[in-house]
């Protein structure tokens, strides 16, 4: 609910601190920091796996004939 009460508060810029107080509040704050880049890095390589995102990659590194 932070994110949608205060529509201003978070943005592009400051996005990776919302997600370090978010997992603070849930899990401890000495491991928010540790446990938000464990998950924007799990997330990264999830997406990198999604087919709308891998297919320029395989026409790129496709054989040519």
């Known amino acids: 609910m932070d994110l949608a009460w205060n529509i ?22 000495q491991h928010g920091g540790e446990i938000a880049a464990i998950r924007t890095e799990f997330y990264r390589l999830a997406a990198e796996r999604r087919a709308d995102t891998r297919q320029g990659r395989e026409a790129r590194d496709a054989p040519t004939a």
């Open 8 to 29: 201003h508060r978070w943005g592009p810029d400051n996005i990776e601190d919302f997600l370090v107080e978010w997992t603070g509040q849930q899990f401890g704050r």
